[in-house]
């Protein structure tokens, strides 16, 4: 944990954001609007809530996240990087062969990435096992997951819901990244999954509604779910892209590579070159 105000926070994920649209722009792949609906969420758990020792990515205490949409791993990699993981240098080699930084987070690659994922659907499984093993062993460390919004029509996400509920997991905290896009088009029309709140409760989850850009209702959601008595999952309202306008709630963004001249534009927008 580092001690961070919500000014301080709003600083930091801009930041992400801009080494977010830098890497996309020199990988040429990648997913920045689902990495910028995400961005205030790891930046708050990254930068404030969780308990972490960069110098010992494997300290057995430590609290656990796991991004099951793993596609928006560029702002989990830049949140990594910004707390002294790996060097922000490592950046150039997103989605490159023989490179730390893969397409989707790689346990086994990248250092601080708690858990492999990004085939969707799965991150909650593997958070409720983490949890599970944390209570069975007495262990003190909270385990956090943040789900897309789409990958909630897949069936073991409800599997696990409804596991974790039985076993009571007050540990275990899980984020939905709640932008209403997945790669098709909107949640709503694909599937027909909303309202998501209702589906929650019905598994006993104790279920919180937040603005997911609001770092005070972010933090604030937090401090309650850990009163809980069993799992908690806060829905945090996002926008697709949130930070630049010509990114926002437009769902072509969810893989696409900006332009040179995009590219300047959220550079002036997202705070300039600094990287410090």
Not at 23 to 46: C, N, Q, R
Request: hydrophobic share 40%.
């Amino acid at each position: 944990m580092v001690k961070t105000d919500c000014s301080d926070l709003q600083t930091i994920a801009n930041k992400i954001r801009l080494d977010v649209i830098k890497m996309v722009y020199e990988a040429k792949d990648g997913h920045p609007g689902p990495a910028f609906s995400a961005a205030d969420i790891i930046t708050a758990l990254y930068f404030k809530v969780m308990q972490i020792d960069p110098a010992n990515p494997h300290w057995s205490e430590r609290d656990r996240f796991i991004l099951s949409k793993g596609h928006a791993c560029p702002a989990l990699y830049a949140a990594l990087a910004r707390r002294g993981y790996f060097s922000t240098a490592e950046f150039d080699g997103l989605r490159r062969m023989g490179r730390m930084l893969q397409g989707h987070p790689d346990m086994n690659k990248t250092p601080g990435i708690d858990m492999t994922s990004g085939s969707l659907g799965n991150g909650l499984s593997l958070a409720t096992g983490i949890a599970l093993a944390a209570q069975y062993q007495k262990k003190a460390y909270y385990t956090y997951v943040l789900l897309g919004d789409g990958e909630l029509q897949e069936g073991l996400i409800w599997e696990a819901a409804m596991c974790a509920s039985k076993y009571k997991l007050n540990k275990l905290i899980a984020f939905v990244d709640h932008n209403g896009w997945q790669s098709g088009d909107s949640v709503e029309l694909v599937s027909g999954l909303l309202p998501v709140l209702p589906k929650w409760q019905a598994f006993n989850w104790h279920c919180q509604v937040i603005d997911g850009h609001d770092f005070s209702q972010i933090l604030g959601a937090i401090e309650t779910a850990k009163q809980s008595d069993g799992p908690s999952v806060i829905i945090a309202n996002t926008i697709k892209g949130k930070g630049l306008s010509f990114m926002e709630n437009d769902n072509s963004w969810h893989k696409r590579i900006p332009t040179a001249e995009q590219l300047a534009m959220a550079i002036d927008v997202l705070g300039g070159q600094d990287d410090e």
